[in-house]
């Protein structure tokens, strides 16, 4: 009996980001929302007779973009905090916004973001909420199929943080526990510590934190935090800390395989050295460093010294898009920029935005390519429209000649979410009653945020 979650996508080219087989010609077997088989042969296999078949020719089939920073909560604030440097953003725009939220509006900025982000690619992220109504940020993303690691915003430091979002230091451990003690593990949704930076951040919370890391086994929740983003920020903590942040994130517990540090636009080659030895990982956001006038992060280097690097667009309000395939491309010509045009190849780039995330999260056994025994979270590329032809090489076309409207459909552990690039019924998305919903709360939400 066929499942829902068993599918022959037939007659595609593969790309696979496996290095022993990277491109292959023909099809994909999913049994039970897990990759079966791949390649030539796969029509031969007597599992393909009994499962429904998608035609894929002409199209290239890839593993699912995995994006290791985003903002759920702030996608309500596309467009409502340009052209301003990261701390003025933060202070006058994103963190009144963030403080007027409520449940209905978190839910609504949630689903809002997770239709951007299956209907161009992306099949997981980690993401950073804020500081309250995280459940309903859960409930939200948990109906759509999409796989997450989610994580309450932490914020405790009193000369940063505004009266109406800072926390007790001991309060927010305890509300963090619990949600992760309720989402961790639940469905495709796992927790992630998210202290938001240094600068919000009090020792005391950090600490706390890395210890309940430290605690678990290494399928417990991971850290995710931003580092190094922007000059006035890292003056901020030498001021405090006599350090650069990843020393001083490190002296506090913020180190290792399971803590994401997102931006690192500026950091040295001792702090690199540094987390290529401890295994921490770091998210490139290309766009928002970009638009923050942050600067470019020294991918080529980070990579030289062997620190593992994902991709991630942030937020609405600092990109403004969260299409996977617009910081693919932004990855590999901003390094070709700096180092020339040999610097950072196709293939090199798409590993990033797959299984570099993959490894971030530590999933990379689960995810991030596609491989026999891999759960099937699947992207198919290839709407036939003329700036797609011809295809002379599939990996050329994904990195450098592709965006999020190419994407024809989108498998999250085999569960088709997006058909003929629309959102299926799966999803609990329908894009009209976001519309109406966006429309709605907008006015009140601006009018509570002081923004208008
Ligand atoms: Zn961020």
């Known amino acids: ?9 037939r007659g595609g080219t593969l790309v696979t980001v496996d290095r ?9 077997l999913i049994v ?8 030539p042969a796969v029509s031969s ?8 078949v998608i035609d894929v020719s002409g199209c290239v089939v890839m593993p699912g973009l995995v994006q290791a920073h985003i903002h759920l909560c702030q996608t309500l604030g596309r467009g409502l905090a340009d052209d301003l440097p990261l701390l003025r953003w933060l202070s006058e725009r994103v963190l009144p916004y963030e403080a007027a939220l409520d449940e209905r509006n978190i839910q609504l900025a949630a689903q809002i973001g997770v239709a951007e982000l299956l209907l161009s ?19 939200a993303v948990a109906v759509t199929g999409i796989r997450a690691t989610l994580g309450k915003a932490m914020m405790d430091y009193p000369d940063t943080v505004p009266l109406s979002l800072r926390e007790d230091s001991q309060a927010s451990l305890r509300e963090a526990d619990a949600l992760c003690a309720r989402w961790h593990g639940r469905g495709r949704l796992r927790y992630g510590y998210a202290p938001r930076f240094l600068v919000s951040c009090s020792d005391e919370l950090l600490r706390g934190v890395a210890e309940r890391c430290q605690q678990h086994s290494t399928d417990g929740p991971g850290i995710h935090t931003h580092a190094s983003e922007q000059l006035d920020e890292i003056e901020l903590v030498q001021k405090r800390t006599g350090k650069d942040n990843v020393e001083a994130l490190k002296a506090l517990g913020i180190a290792g395989p399971r803590t994401v540090l997102a931006h690192c636009v500026h950091v040295s080659d001792h702090e690199m050295r540094v987390m290529a030895q401890d295994g921490t990982h770091v998210t490139h956001c290309p766009s928002s460093n970009l638009k923050l006038g942050s600067g470019i992060a020294k991918i080529v280097q980070l990579l030289a010294a062997q620190v593992n690097v994902a991709l991630g667009a942030d937020g609405a309000p600092c990109n403004n898009r969260l299409d996977g395939f617009a910081e693919l491309r932004l990855l590999s010509l901003l390094q070709k920029g700096l ?37 099937a979270d699947v992207v198919v590329v290839g709407q036939g429209s003329p700036g797609q032809l011809p295809v002379h090489d ?20 085999g569960e088709l979410l997006v058909e003929h690039g629309q959102l299926t019924a799966r999803t609990g998305l329908d894009v009209e009653r ?17 923004l208008r």
């Open 434 to 450: 976001l519309r109406a919903h966006s429309a709605e709360q907008m006015p009140v939400l601006l009018r509570r945020a002081g």
């Open 121 to 139: 690619g992306t099949t997981t992220l980690l993401d950073m909420g804020t500081v309250r109504h995280h459940d309903a940020l859960c409930e």
């Open 20 to 28: 022993s087989q990277p491109v292959l010609i023909g099809d994909l």
């Open 45 to 52: 296999d007597p599992r393909s007779a009994s499962v429904p």
């Open 394 to 413: 599939p990996v050329s076309l994904l990195v450098y000649g592709s965006q999020g409207s190419d994407v024809r459909h989108v498998f999250v552990e």
């Open 32 to 39: 039970d929302g897990v990759i079966a088989a791949l390649g």
């Open 339 to 375: 180092h020339g045009p040999e610097a950072l190849p196709a293939a090199q780039a798409l590993e990033i935005a797959t299984l570099g995330g993959a490894k971030a999260l530590g999933q990379a056994a689960q995810i991030g390519s596609l491989q026999v025994g891999k759960r």
């Open 1 to 9: 009996m066929a499942q829902a979650n068993s599918w022959l996508l």
